[in-house]
């Protein structure tokens, strides 16, 4: 049987892909609902985290090594609680991505180190 969570007006089912297919078929999916496959097989998410040296910026860019990352998979990159006023202040964005690597871009030079999460999908 699938488990739900809600979490404010969002439900969160963990699905197998048999489950998810066999619901969808059956109406049961919302479009309020979002489903997280699961496969024993393969991972379809992986956390990661990264830091953006205050020392290692040139020119308003930094790349950096973030494992599992490639060039065509899904990422979201959200700045750590800690860093959220930092990374907001210097206006942070990551606009590029290679197989380990994330490139990100800066329009002030931050002062201080920036802990970035990253969510890697499929």
Partial sequence: ???????????????TSAQYNAAVQGGVI?????????DAT?????????TLSSSSWSS???T????GVTASNFIIVSPAPSSIDDYTAA???CT?????????????TPSTDIVVNVAILG
């Fill in 60 to 62: 308003g860019t930094q």
């Fill in 1 to 15: 049987m699938p488990t739900s969570t809600d979490v404010a007006s969002l439900k969160i089912n963990q699905l």
């Fill in 30 to 38: 919302g479009e309020y609902e979002l489903s997280l496959l699961t």
């Fill in 42 to 50: 393969t991972t379809l998410f992986q956390s990661a985290s990264c």
């Fill in 91 to 93: 206006d942070i964005r």
């Fill in 96 to 108: 590029s991505q290679g197989s380990g690597t994330l490139t990100f871009t800066c329009v002030t």
């Fill in 64 to 67: 950096v090594n973030v494992s």
